[in-house]
């Protein structure tokens, strides 16, 4: 099984900052790889698809970058409705796997 | 656009099977791979398992001896099945496409809670 680990697993921040948020396989995946934003009560929703290719409707302060093993999700500056919990994904192996989130907060 | 609507019991008891159906909407069930996702409360993602319209499924590994997923493409619907649970599959289930590319899933239904007690 191909294991992800997020880092960090909570981050406080403000509105306006600019934030990076890491994902690490435990082996290389090449560019299968997708982020997810979800809220309190509701389902995933995709960001970032293929590594970088932003979903449609997705803001464009959302970017993201890497390849084989390690993998990064940026927002350029934060906006209010951002404040979420952010996963990755991996769908290298036939059996996907999700990292543990990270817990965006109002700083 | 695509919609996605889970539906079944809320409880379940222990050794019992759950059993949910994801009801596709707005498009054809045909040509593409459809999963199941949990979550249990205050807790992370799991990915359960995908059946592609054809009928071809893979499992979790973890889950794989007590998982079924089955396709009905005359009602676009698929559904899933659990066996022997336990308290430890209480969660939110979700349905979603996924991309025949690299699997992204998108989008997702709403989710549904199911508990697991006596």
């Known amino acids: 099984d191909i294991q992800m680990t997020q880092s960090p697993s909570s981050l406080s921040a403000s509105v306006g900052d600019r934030v990076t948020i890491t994902c690490r396989a435990s082996?290389?995946?090449?560019?299968?790889f997708n982020w997810y934003q979800q809220k309190p009560g509701k389902a995933p929703k995709l960001l970032i698809y293929a590594t970088s290719s932003l979903q449609s409707g997705v803001p464009s302060r959302f970017s993201g970058s890497g390849s084989g093993t390690d993998f990064t999700l940026t927002i350029s500056s934060l906006q209010p409705e951002d404040f979420a919990t952010y996963y990755c994904q991996q769908t290298y192996s036939k059996s996907s796997s999700f990292g543990q989130g990270t817990k965006l907060e109002i700083k | 656009q695509v919609q996605l609507q889970e539906s079944g019991p809320g409880l379940v008891k222990p050794s019992e099977t759950l059993s949910l159906t994801c009801t596709v909407s707005?498009?054809?069930?045909?040509?593409?791979?459809w999963s199941w996702i949990r979550q249990p409360p205050g807790k992370g993602l799991e990915y359960i398992g995908y059946?592609?319209?054809?009928?071809?499924?893979n499992y979790n590994p973890s889950l794989n001896s007590r998982v079924t997923i089955s396709v009905d493409t005359s009602k676009n619907q698929f559904s899933l099945k659990l066996s022997s649970v336990t308290a430890a599959d209480t969660a939110v289930y979700y349905c979603?496409?996924?991309?025949?590319?690299?699997?992204?899933?998108?989008?997702w239904g709403q989710g549904t809670l199911v508990t697991v007690s006596s």
């Open positions: 707005g498009g054809s069930i045909n040509n593409y791979y």
């Open positions: 059946i592609y319209y054809t009928g071809s499924t």
């Open positions: 082996q290389s995946i090449s560019s299968y």
């Open positions: 979603a496409r996924e991309s025949r590319d690299r699997g992204w899933l998108d989008p």
